[in-house]
């Protein structure tokens, strides 16, 4: 056996220990102890009021955050690589701040700016009968932010990569704004967009920190999934808390199936 064979096993066994150990093994693990103590007690924690309420609650925010986080991601990429302007790279580099800043402090963040005392942004929701901070909007609102860049960062590339002739060529043949970007453009960039809906979806699916800050975790009402996950431990539910964190699993490794079929629509 040549070395350079040998080099290449032995890179495969590094990677696949590393994954086992960090990411098979825990999940493997949740799996195990969600049914442990039997199949009764994690179905009548899933399937309970409040179980049923946080699934809810999660599924109708990933369906209002991710629609508009794909509208906005797809105007923001068409400027950001169609348009030449000052301050381009400004609104480049602020796109990038949910990676940059902690999902706590982003709660923290909107609680100052729409909490119904702190501003007259948040006064004028209050007096005008409009909760944000501790309610179902506060939670949207979050999570529309910590998942904004993830449509534009998966579109902006393919963009620059198919350049601008089929656009451009379209519009020498009369075609207006909107029949370029639907019939050129969108095709085009498709996949990503679609990559992009499927990130933004994991990464909504899963938010924990900004939602713990800006929900009041009030049970029964503003308590997503995960939030439900930790309430169950808190209270000393294993198996229940076990469950409801296999049910977000499930959600991810559907999200991880879609991901990977759409890389290999792309590579066809």
Not at 154 to 178: F, M, Y
Not at 244 to 256: K, M, N, Q
Request: charged fraction near 15%; proline fraction near 4%; aromatic fraction near 10%.
């Amino acid at each position: 056996m040549s070395v350079p064979r040998l080099s290449q096993l032995g890179l495969r066994s590094v990677v696949l220990f590393y994954l086992t150990f960090l990411l098979l093994l825990p999940v493997a693990m949740v799996f195990y102890r969600a049914f442990e103590d039997g199949f009764g007690v994690a179905w009548d924690t899933v399937t309970s009021e409040q179980g049923i309420h946080a699934l809810k609650l999660t599924l109708t925010t990933v369906a209002i955050a991710v629609p508009l986080n794909t509208i906005f991601g797809v105007l923001a990429a068409l400027v950001l690589v169609r348009q030449n302007f000052r301050g381009k790279a400004i609104l480049n580099s602020l796109i990038d701040i949910p990676f940059a800043i902690s999902p706590v402090v982003i709660g923290l963040s909107l609680v100052l700016l729409y909490g119904p005392r702190d501003t007259a942004i948040g006064q004028w929701f209050f007096q005008h009968g409009i909760l944000i901070i501790f309610s179902t909007p506060g939670i949207v609102i979050a999570c529309i932010f910590v998942s904004l860049p993830f449509v534009v960062r998966e579109v902006v590339p393919v963009l620059q990569e198919i350049g601008d002739e089929q656009e451009q060529a379209a519009k020498t043949l009369g075609a207006n704004w909107w029949q370029t970007f639907w019939r050129i453009t969108l095709p085009a960039i498709r996949w990503g967009v679609t990559y992009g809906v499927v990130i933004s979806t994991a990464r909504v699916l899963g938010e924990f920190g900004a939602v713990s800050v800006v929900s009041g975790k009030v049970l029964g009402e503003t308590e997503t999934l995960p939030l439900f996950v930790r309430r169950q431990f808190e209270t000393f539910n294993g198996a229940g808390g076990y469950a409801s964190a296999l049910v977000l699993a499930v959600l991810a490794l559907i999200t991880l199936v879609a991901m990977n079929l759409i890389n290999r629509k792309r590579e066809v």
